[in-house]
């Protein structure tokens, strides 16, 4: 059999268990992607913010391009009208200040006029009409700017080169300052390289540590990861920017603290452990409650159940269970009540099972019990034990003049009178129709005697009327005495059958007189 105790314990771990696991299913299924997507809209902001500082940087060279472009000098000089042009206006300084890696000069078909550049290096600047000799670095970069160019055909352009190194140019078609003075007389291009300054300049700007690379031959199925969480701490995040030539790429990655993400986590396991914690203590705290509340009384009622089975006294519960105002004070009450009931059944029907219910006494059943046991016990304590046997004489005249209810009538006085003459001594029974059996315990023989002639006498005082008696005009008795003697044990069959002869000898006698054993016993069986 389970107790109520284990199964409300298996009942509520397995409650606890499906919590925690639907807390578990809720974080692996609905929190945690919600607090991934929300940190890859962050990081796509945060790059976002990267890309359009480069573009502020793109625009600002595409400004300082368009105006040296527009610059009627500039115009001058590519015309051969202003010899001190370079001379005047480019110089390391200028370089260095502005942080542009090299100027290009070209004319309408794309070939280089005239080309001013900081070599990072070698840290020496250099001026030359070809991009060999001292401009021989900036080869590379010229012949990209070249098929660049040729394929512009005016205004201003802004791109990013990925060869050899990445960098970002403007390029704007050189025109004097009013449109109208003259045509397009060739291109300039300002490069600016996108070095360690430049991506701490980025990284002041916006506080993000980026990198670019470039991506001279990326393979068609090389699919690098845009976003990547490289640990608890730090994910990164990439996207690839066209560059030129054609065909290649400037990969830009920016590595961005997992700071939110972290600490929504943290939060989130924080609510976890202690909504789990809570969730335990509550459980722990119901079953408690219902130990206290309904368990423990519900055992103490079983117990006193069990108890109540096994002895047979007063019912009495806990008055802790009975006052209680609930369910388990209800049931309590109405089991006491129900167990009083039964006990008061069971006594009736005890006493029913007893005794005569016509004239009171105890019943032949209960008269022959009785004897066995009083005879053990006398035989053990050595001690006498009288029998004495009445009868009514002539009780069939009785009921045959009086009738039956009168008949009945005079039993029940015969019984009261010999229950009041015995007071507490003495077990009297109705053996049989109108015939009375009384034992009389520890008594010694003289008394049991006395006590027979007192009966006898107290029924004939009774003077109850009975006209048709041959022997009387009123109702007597005849009584046998027998006394069992421990020195001499008998049955108690014996007993009662030498009452019975004595009884029959007293009737033979007259009536009205008991018959004794022992004069039987002095005179002979046939006296
Ligand atoms: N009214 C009434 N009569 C009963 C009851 N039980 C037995 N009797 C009657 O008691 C009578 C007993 O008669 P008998 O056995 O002949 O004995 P008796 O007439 O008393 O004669 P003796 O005993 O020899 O003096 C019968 O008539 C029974 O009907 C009872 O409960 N009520």
């Not at 001190?84 to 004319?107: A, I, K």
């Not at 108890?307 to 049931?331: H, K, M, Y």
């Not at 059943?365 to 009083?374: G, I, N, T």
Request: hydrophobic share 40%; glycine share 6%.
């Amino acid at each position: 059999m389970h107790s109520l105790r284990v199964r409300f314990l298996v009942s509520i771990s397995l409650v606890a268990v499906l919590a925690l696991l639907a807390l578990l299913l809720i974080a692996r299924l609905l929190i945690y992607p919600n607090l991934i997507s929300q940190e890859n809209v962050y990081a796509n902001q945060e790059l976002d913010r990267v890309q359009s500082t480069l573009q502020g940087h793109l625009d600002s060279l595409g400004g300082v391009t368009r105006d040296w472009a527009n610059w009627d000098a500039s115009y001058d000089f590519m015309l051969g009208r202003r010899p001190d042009y370079t001379v005047e206006n480019f110089s390391q300084e200028m370089f260095e200040d502005t942080r542009h890696l090299m100027m290009v000069y070209l004319d309408l078909q794309g070939n280089p006029v005239w080309i001013a550049g900081h070599n990072p290096q070698t840290n020496q600047y250099s001026t030359c009409s070809t991009p060999a000799g001292d401009c021989g670095w900036t080869a590379a970069t010229v012949s990209v700017i070249q098929a660049h160019v040729r394929g512009q055909h005016e205004g201003l352009d802004r791109w990013l080169l990925s060869t050899p190194s990445p960098m970002m140019a403007a390029t704007s078609s050189i025109l004097p300052t009013d449109p109208q003075a003259g045509p397009t007389v060739g291109w300039l291009t300002i490069v600016r390289d996108m070095d360690a300054d430049w991506l701490a300049s980025v990284r002041a700007q916006t506080g993000i540590d980026i990198a670019v690379e470039p991506r001279l031959h990326p393979a068609p199925n090389l699919q690098l990861p845009a976003l990547m969480r490289v640990d608890r701490d730090r994910l990164m995040i990439s996207r690839q920017l066209t560059a030129v030539p054609d065909n290649t790429l400037l990969e830009l990655r920016a590595m961005l603290p997992r700071r939110d993400f972290a600490a929504n986590w943290q939060t989130f396991h924080f609510a976890m452990f202690w909504t789990a914690a809570l969730l335990v203590v509550v459980l722990t705290v119901v079953l408690l409650l219902l130990e206290r509340i309904v368990l423990s009384p519900t055992r103490r009622l079983a117990l006193f159940t069990r108890e109540q089975c096994q002895q047979t006294g007063p019912v009495e519960l806990p008055v802790s269970l009975i006052a209680r105002r609930d369910e388990i004070g209800s049931l309590a009450r109405q089991f006491q009540q129900l167990l009083r009931q039964q006990q008061a059944q069971t006594e009736s029907l005890k006493r029913l099972s007893r005794h005569d219910h016509l004239t009171g006494p105890y019943n032949r059943r209960y008269l022959d019990e009785q004897l066995h046991h009083l005879i053990t016990r006398a035989q053990r304590d050595h001690v006498s034990l009288g029998v004495i046997t009445l009868d009514i004489d002539h009780f069939k005249a009785y009921n045959d003049h009086y009738g039956h209810p009168a008949g009945d009538y005079c039993l029940q006085q015969v019984a009261r009178t010999m229950k009041h003459c015995l007071g507490n001594e003495g077990i009297i029974a109705r053996s049989g129709g109108e015939e009375f059996t009384v034992l009389l315990t520890n008594c010694a023989p003289k008394r049991i005697r006395m006590h027979a002639e007192r009966l006898r006498a107290a029924i004939d005082n009774l003077a109850l009327g009975h006209e048709y008696s041959p022997t009387a005009d009123h109702v007597t008795i005849s009584s046998g005495i027998a006394v069992f003697d421990p020195c001499h044990p008998c049955s108690a069959e014996e007993l009662v059958q030498r009452a019975d002869r004595m009884l029959y000898r007293a009737k033979l006698a007259g009536r009205n007189r008991m018959g004794d054993d022992e004069q039987v016993r002095a005179t002979g069986p046939e006296a």
